[in-house]
Structure formats: C-alpha cells, structure tokens
C-alpha cells in the first residue's frame, strides 16, 4: 500500500479527533491550580525584606527535590511542545481546537508546581529559574517528526509523564504535593487516552507507516526533559529511587500501550510494516533485559548498603 501524506492523514483521522475531543471536553473535570497550594505558607524572599531561601527551609528530601524540578521544567518547556504538535497538526478543524485545549491543560500543571515550590520553599528558587531559562532557550528537538511519530510519541510520553508525576508525589511523603501531582497526572492520563486513540485508528487506516512509526519512538525514545540542565545525573537519581526507570518505561509505559494497540496480532502489514514490527519486538526484548540489569544493580547496591549499617 501506498504510504498516504500528511495532508491525506490529517483528514481520514479528523473524525476521529473530533470525536475524542468531545470526549476529552465531556470528562475532563475542571480544577483550580489556586486550591493545590498552601498560600499561608508563603512569605517573602530577599528582596522584598524577607528571608533568602536556604536548604533547610525545604520539607522535601533531595531525591524529591529533584524529582519535582524535573516533573516541573518538563511541563515548563512547553512552547515547544506545542509548536512541534501545531507544526504536525496544523490550526483547523478539530485539530487546532485540541492543540490549543490541550495547551491550555498542559499550561497550569506548570505554574501550578512552581507556585507550590515557591510557596513552600521546596527547592531553591534561584537554582530553579536558571534551569529554567535553560531549559526553554534549548527547546525541544523533534527533529521534525512526522504526523503518525508525533502521535506515537506523545502517546507514550503522555503516560510516562503521568506515571512519573504519580510516583513523584507519592515518594515525597507530602501530603499537599502529592495531592497536586495525582490531580496533574489525571489529566496527563487524559491526554495519553486521546493520543493512544488516535495511533489506534492510524493503524487501521495505515498500519505498516504507523508501525514504523511507533518502532520508531520505542527505539529512539527520550523524555521531553531530558533538555534539562544536568538530565541524565537527575533521570539517575529518580531511577535509583524507583521513581521512574527501565522497568517502569517497560512494564508501565510500553507494553501496556503496545498490547492496547495490538500490534502483535495487528494484519495487513506489508513488508516494511513486517520489517517494523520485528525491530519493534527486538527492541522490547533488549528494554527488557536492560531493565532487568539494572534492577539487579540496584537491588545488590541497596543490600550493600544495608550490610555496610548493620555491620557499623
């Protein structure tokens, strides 16, 4: 079969944008970032009077300071998200009505996280604003992805946003944050559910160019923060943490969304389709037994750990 254009695309799944628009329009439930903050804990920083910030103003332990910078400058880069997802699926009809909803959602998760660290002095707040100034003046490299990528990509961004804002509030042991980053991560789902539709019904329209696209982001893929100064040394200490890494990318994230999608069973592919889906299952299989090292390492350095205590 003919690979179709972006053009040609855009309209056979307008329908169905359409339609999981309405459905995202008709569940999302509305939420006010102004009540996941507790103001009255708030004061003034140097230059009003007040007290510079200092580390052992901070309730979170390091591990959860970092989590939350990375969870926030992630949501904070987002002019460029939501450029590379306008360039890809344009302003008109459903497609830009989604662009800008989505947009406006992904927005207060963002000033809503950074209004709780302020608030709370959780991290430094100089620190903070440089990474993030950093971070946008990078930007986000999409290398100009296609349609069907962005859609693949996003899909499993979105969930492994979600599962990482998730875990993140819970390791904090904070009530306030973790309340905060479970109501961000129920619209991260949201999001995720709409995506992961649309690469559904791709695969049915055309199923070999969107299993190449999917191998595609399974074997290349990267969190959108991974722009953020100092990303790999962070990602280290969130894994460590069991917060976010290789076994969660693979049992939460890609298999779950590889087995909504049926790509396995999935007929009718022809022989780059087939090519695809072997690279796809090769991929897996080497996501799986990486994970699976560095479990193992973690578990022997943990038990290590607790010898070197028992034994002092």
Wanted: glycine share 6%; proline share 4%.
């Amino acid at each position: 079969m003919a690979a179709l254009e972006s053009t040609a695309l855009l309209t056979e799944l307008e329908p169905v944008v359409e339609e999981n628009l309405n459905r995202h329009l008709s569940i999302a439930d509305e939420w006010m970032p102004h009540e996941y903050v507790p103001w009255s804990l708030g004061r003034d920083f140097a230059d009003l009077g007040g007290e510079p910030w200092e580390l052992a103003q901070s309730q979170l332990s390091p591990v959860a300071r970092t989590a939350l910078e990375v969870n926030l400058l992630t949501e904070d880069n987002l002019p460029s998200y939501h450029r590379e997802i306008d360039r890809a699926f344009g302003r008109d009809s459903a497609w830009g009505t989604w662009v800008n909803r989505w947009t406006a959602e992904e927005g207060r998760h963002a000033f809503c996280i950074r209004d709780y660290l302020l608030v709370t002095r959780g991290v430094d707040p100089v620190e903070l604003e440089r990474a993030r100034m950093e971070t946008m003046e990078t930007g986000y490299e999409a290398m100009d992805k296609s349609l069907l990528n962005v859609c693949a990509y996003v899909s499993f961004q979105e969930l492994a946003t979600r599962v990482s804002h998730r875990n993140t509030g819970r390791y904090t042991e904070e009530p306030i944050a973790d309340k905060l980053l479970a109501r961000v991560a129920k619209d991260e789902n949201l999001h995720m559910i709409f995506y992961r539709n649309l690469v559904a019904a791709a695969l049915e329209i055309a199923p070999s160019q969107t299993m190449r696209a999917i191998t595609e982001e399974v074997v290349g893929f990267e969190m959108p923060g991974s722009v953020i100064p100092g990303f790999s040394r962070k990602a280290v200490q969130m894994a460590k943490a069991g917060i976010y890494d290789l076994r969660i990318h693979h049992d939460d994230i890609v298999s779950p969304l590889l087995r909504q999608w049926g790509v396995w069973e999935l007929t009718g592919l022809d022989a780059d389709g087939e090519a695809a889906r072997d690279e796809l299952a090769a991929a897996v299989a080497a996501l799986d037994g990486e994970a699976t090292r560095f479990v193992e390492r973690r578990d022997e350095a943990a038990a290590k750990k607790a010898a070197r205590r028992t034994s002092a």
